[in-house]
Structures are given as C-alpha cells and as structure tokens.
C-alpha cells in the first residue's frame, strides 16, 4: 500500500490561481488563494484516496487510518507569485 501522496500548489499567473499537481488520481484543484486551495485538498484527497488508489480487500482488511496515507502538501516558494 502506498503510505505516501504529494500535492502541490503552483501559480498561474494568466488565470490567476493556483493550481494542483499532485500524484493522487483525480485531484484538480483551482483556487484563488493558497488558503481556499488547502482547505479544498484536505476535504477532497483522503477521499480520493480511498476512490481510486485503494482495492475492496484494502478497505476490508484495513482501518481507516491505516488506508489514509501522509499527504505531503508543498506550498510554493514565495506567495508574493499570487499577488
């Protein structure tokens, strides 16, 4: 079981918001401000988790704490990119 997802905040300075990559499938996220954008990935990913990187027998033999893995979240660099 893959015990760890990495998400990423990057900035696009066209449409002016942040944008996810990240290795959790199915994760998109847009948002206007890095607080809005984290909020979104913790409320969203360990779900997605479960959807899409994790089998029935998993979850049958698994807590649901052992399923959830870390989530390395990295901001960017400089949040002076958003302004």
Do not use: C
Request: aromatic content about 8%; overall charge negative.
């Amino acid at each position: 079981m893959k015990r760890t997802f990495r998400v990423k905040a990057v900035w696009d300075a066209e449409a002016k918001v942040f944008y996810s990559q990240s290795d959790i499938e199915g994760l998109h996220i847009e948002a206007a401000n890095l607080d809005e954008f984290e909020e979104i990935m913790m409320d969203v990913a360990p779900e997605l988790i479960i959807a899409n990187h994790r089998s029935a027998p998993e979850i049958a033999e698994h807590s649901f704490k052992d399923l959830i893995p870390a989530i390395l979240w990295q901001r960017p660099e400089t949040e002076k990119a958003a302004v």
